[in-house]
């Protein structure tokens, strides 16, 4: 069976898309830590990034540090964070989350925003995404 985010790169599951190519896929996270909090996965499932092989864990990095750089400049932070837990979906991701401050990457303290202000945020980093 499809984990959630194949479902969501297959877009079974609607998303609030940031970018992909042919091997990754950015959106941001519905229960957010931060506003801008992202995940990176691989389209292939893979559960444990470290069963990545090197080549394209190397290319997922480069492609979570572009996502990275649209977050820091369409939200007003810091740095962005990366944290990669990987326990609650088996598919790998990466977390990028916005920080101004070591409290920012608390896991269990969640956001609820409103679809619009979601889109209006997926919008600003979409709009500073290099690819």
Same mark, same amino acid.
């Given at each position: 069976m %499809?984990?959630?985010?194949?479902?969501? !790169?297959?877009?079974? +599951? #609607? =998303?609030? $898309?940031?970018?992909?190519?042919?091997?990754?896929?950015?959106?941001?996270?519905?229960?957010?830590?931060?506003?801008?909090?992202?995940?990176?996965?691989?389209?292939?499932?893979?559960?444990?990034?470290?069963?990545?092989?090197?080549?394209?864990?190397?290319?997922?990095?480069?492609? %979570?540090k572009?996502?990275?750089?649209? !977050?820091?400049?369409? +939200? #007003? =932070?810091? $740095?962005?964070?990366?944290?990669?837990?990987?326990?609650?979906?088996?598919?790998?991701?990466?977390?990028?989350?916005?920080?101004?401050?070591?409290?920012?990457?608390?896991?269990?303290?969640?956001?609820?925003?409103?679809?619009?202000?979601?889109?209006?945020?997926?919008?600003?980093?979409?709009?500073?995404?290099?690819?």
């Amino acid at each position: 069976m %499809a984990t959630i985010f194949s479902r969501i !790169i297959q877009g079974e +599951i #609607p =998303c609030y $898309k940031i970018a992909e190519n042919d091997e990754f896929f950015a959106f941001l996270d519905v229960n957010p830590i931060q506003k801008g909090h992202t995940l990176v996965v691989p389209k292939e499932e893979i559960s444990y990034i470290f069963d990545i092989d090197d080549d394209k864990l190397g290319r997922y990095m480069a492609f %979570a540090k572009k996502v990275a750089a649209a !977050i820091k400049e369409a +939200i #007003p =932070c810091v $740095k962005v964070g990366i944290a990669v837990v990987g326990l609650e979906v088996p598919h790998s991701h990466i977390h990028l989350v916005p920080l101004n401050n070591v409290n920012d990457m608390q896991f269990e303290h969640k956001l609820t925003l409103p679809k619009e202000e979601m889109e209006e945020i997926r919008e600003k980093i979409v709009s500073k995404f290099k690819a």
